[in-house]
């Protein structure tokens, strides 16, 4: 049975700090989020466009929904088609702007679907469908933060995820996870995803753990992320200096005598 998607090959580089260098052949197609690209070799065109192009009879009203769905969850309206114009193999790069892991998945090995965090998706092979997905359980919407809006990546070729720090993946055969609403990187289809309180309420509220976690259970797979942007965000903002300019935090003794030598 022959793929819908293009067949792109693909290097992942880095350790810390990783990209993905996709290699395309004549007159294939990598759809990536705006901004995601680092380089090209020539031959290489790209054009923003209104949705990712997996469906192209579907009308201007069509992708007009789907990118009023992106622009509700807070991603760019377009997405970005690179096309290998040329006679011979071309190669795309693309990186995520924090520290991570690139997960390579092949949706066709994965049941067609992956489900992941809103702001996870790097690229893919021409021919996936890239929608948001709200998560209907009410308790996942009031309370679970990150874990409410979550992108849906379907079809049979290769898609490319980031996850901040280390990537963990966990296979759950009937078994439930606990874990915190902002590591969740991405799972597959057959896993159940919920909201519940974190213990007491002296642990709620004291426990450093957040008010709610998130409850992954059924059968699939399920991968983590160590250092959740939002986390390494709260962490500088509680470090940064005031707006009085005064500094707080670790560093503040040098922090003040750089700014004597600077003359501030």
């Not at 874990?179 to 159940?192: E, L, M, N, R």
Request: with cysteine; glycine share 14%; aromatic share 8%.
């Amino acid at each position: 049975m022959s793929r819908q998607s293009h067949e792109v090959d693909y290097e992942i580089k880095g350790h810390d700090m990783q990209l993905v260098e996709v290699e395309l052949d004549p007159q294939e197609t990598v759809v990536a989020e705006a901004g995601a690209m680092t380089y090209m070799e020539e031959d290489i065109a790209f054009e923003a466009k209104m949705g990712d192009g997996s469906e192209p009879d579907a009308g201007f009203f069509g992708k007009l929904m789907s990118a009023g769905k992106r622009a509700i969850s807070g991603e760019s309206v377009f997405m970005t088609h690179f096309t290998n114009n040329g006679f011979t193999k071309r190669r795309v790069a693309f990186a995520a702007p924090y520290p991570g892991t690139i997960l390579a998945i092949d949706l066709a090995q994965c049941g067609g679907e992956l489900i992941c965090q809103k702001d996870s998706f790097l690229a893919a092979a021409m021919g996936t469908k890239v929608s948001t997905r709200f998560n209907r359980k009410l308790g996942a919407g009031f309370f679970g933060g990150e874990g409410f809006i979550l992108q849906s990546l379907q079809g049979d070729g290769m898609a490319f995820i980031h996850a901040g720090g280390t990537l963990i993946k966990k296979e759950l055969n009937g078994e439930t996870l606990r874990v915190d609403t902002g590591c969740i990187a991405a799972f597959t289809p057959g896993i159940d995803y919920d909201i519940e309180r974190a213990g007491s309420m002296k642990s709620m509220f004291f426990g450093g753990e957040g008010l709610f976690l998130a409850t992954l259970s059924g059968h699939g797979s399920v991968w983590l992320q160590s250092l959740p942007f939002s986390r390494m965000a709260d962490r500088i903002i509680a470090n940064a200096p005031s707006s009085g300019g005064s500094s707080q935090g670790e560093g503040s003794v040098l922090g003040s005598i750089g700014r004597m030598i600077d003359g501030r």
